[in-house]
């Protein structure tokens, strides 16, 4: 069952389903500098973690859940009270003050927006329009059991390259970037090039060679283009899988479809 709180783009359900068997049997802490929503943390519920993301609004949200659970809970319920499409956008427009605060409306918004997606225009203001979902409360909310499992994490909100020159001998480096595409030409196009570039994805390989060589364990998900596989497939250290996943978060019907995946694995 997946016990993150969160709809998110490129989560790792499906890494839990079907690859879960290429995870490290033992490793010392868990660092995760892509953090989206977690499946993969609250799936192992490692006992020291690191764990982090560049999104600021969403490492708020799971501070506040480790830090002060109840009174996200109490928000939340008076969003689930008040929702109807008027609430919605009163309360996209807003910006909470108060970590809390601001954790009840991202997930609120979240779980009611238009299939979960998350994006922002140029001012960072949160755009989607509002979906068909009504369920703010869910049966699986247990959120002081999420709060007792982020009591093992540092969350932090920083470059990438930062969390994961932290990492340390027998330490276990998750990566899931974001993903970059292809077009109808087999062209090679970043839908997240604000966020993450090309440039990004190289830095990303040169974090990730430097933390292989201080024999870090590392597994990284990425987006089977043959571009990325020449940042690694020559390098010496690394077995380099393919797998498919669905995913069912997207804009476009023509985004929710199947996507090649590939699984960069050193040191396991």
Known sequence: MDK????WAGGKNW???HEQHRLPAQYHRYIDPFLGGGSLYFFLEPPIAIINDINRELITTFSAIRDDWQRVERALVVHSRRHSQEY?????????????TIAARMIY???TCFNGIYRVNRSGGFNVPIGTHNNVILSTDNFEQRSAILQNAQIFCQDFEEIIDMAEAEDFLFC???YSVQDEN?????????????????????????????????????VNHPAVRALYENVEGYYL???NRYSS?????????????????ANI
């Open 4 to 7: 993150t709180f969160l709809k």
């Open 109 to 111: 918004l979240n779980r």
């Open 249 to 265: 978060i997207s804009g476009l019907a023509r985004g929710r479809q199947q996507y090649n995946e590939l699984i960069v694995s």
């Open 176 to 178: 899931d970037p974001p």
């Open 88 to 100: 919605y956008y009163q309360i996209r427009s807003m910006r909470p003050r108060t970590p809390a």
């Open 241 to 243: 899988a393919e797998a």
């Open 186 to 222: 087999n062209r090679f196009v970043n839908y997240t090039a604000q966020l993450f570039n090309w440039n990004d994805q190289v830095r990303l390989a040169q974090s990730l060679h430097r933390a292989k060589d201080r024999n870090v364990k590392i597994i990284m998900t990425n």
């Open 15 to 17: 890494f839990i389903s």
